[in-house]
């Protein structure tokens, strides 16, 4: 079946470090790969996705770049902010002709001043 | 309304007692889904209705776990005889459509369950 493999947190940086967080995926066909990131306190939202091979999916200063031949789709930003602490998770969907969505396990960033 | 709405927001029951998750989609969204999300699982998905039927009930745990959707609208997740391991959040999202690249699904802010 589907599943996503994401690096494991909590990952602490300092303001305006870079961001790399690893996504790897495994898929029949061709899924949809996207970010949801979680703030303390609040509701999963869609932070960026990518449709096809080589589409770099970006939002508020993330990229992630949907890389078919690597089965990957990791998440970069140059400079971090203190607002950017949350739980990221990598998802796809769209394997099984309809969008159910599986998740990676979440990693948790948290930006100190 | 703006987003999707879950209700109760928190709900902490006896084990054994039956309980009811409430969602509301966006309006006029076709597709609606359930995920449990437990401390240490991650995101779980549970069932996915599209319209008022459910094609895709393989992620349900257990037999005391339903769910239905009236009216291609409000979905209510239904514990019977609940136990400690069915606390943690309830999620549901909603989409547009069902199908189609990249569609997006747009998450409620999930129930929180304790049992005790």
């Known amino acids: 079946g589907d599943s996503v493999t994401q690096m494991e947190g909590p990952v602490t940086l300092s303001e305006e470090a870079f961001l790399t967080i690893n996504c790897t995926y495994t898929?029949?066909?061709?899924?949809?790969l996207f970010w949801y990131v979680q703030y303390p306190g609040e509701g999963l939202q869609l932070l960026l996705k990518?449709?096809?091979?080589?589409d770099k999916g970006s939002n508020k200063g993330f990229e992630a770049t949907y890389r078919k031949e690597t089965t990957s789709f990791h998440l970069e930003k140059g400079s971090v902010q203190v607002s950017d602490s949350a739980v990221y998770f990598c998802?796809?969907?769209?394997?099984?002709?309809?969008?159910?969505?599986?998740f990676g396990t979440g990693t948790k960033l948290q930006v100190i001043p | 309304g703006a987003g999707v709405s879950q209700s109760p927001s928190n709900k902490v029951t006896e084990k054994g007692k039956d309980v009811e998750l409430r969602c509301d989609p966006i309006?006029?969204?076709?597709?609606l889904y359930w995920y449990r999300q437990s401390l240490g699982q991650g995101l779980e998905f549970l069932i996915y209705?599209?319209?008022?039927?459910?094609?895709?009930k393989s992620g349900l745990p257990s037999d005391r776990f339903s769910a239905e959707r009236t009216g291609g609208s409000v979905s209510t997740l239904t514990i019977q005889r609940t136990q400690q391991e069915d606390s943690a959040v309830y999620l549901c999202?909603?989409?547009?459509?069902?199908?189609?690249?990249?569609?997006?699904?747009?998450f409620g802010p999930g129930t929180r369950l304790l049992v005790l």
């Open positions: 999202a909603s989409s547009r459509l069902a199908t189609g690249p990249g569609e997006t699904q747009y």
């Open positions: 898929a029949t066909g061709y899924p949809s």
């Open positions: 990518a449709t096809k091979a080589d």
């Open positions: 998802a796809l969907s769209g394997s099984g002709g309809y969008q159910k969505v599986t």
């Open positions: 309006s006029g969204h076709t597709a």
């Open positions: 209705f599209q319209g008022n039927s459910a094609p895709d």
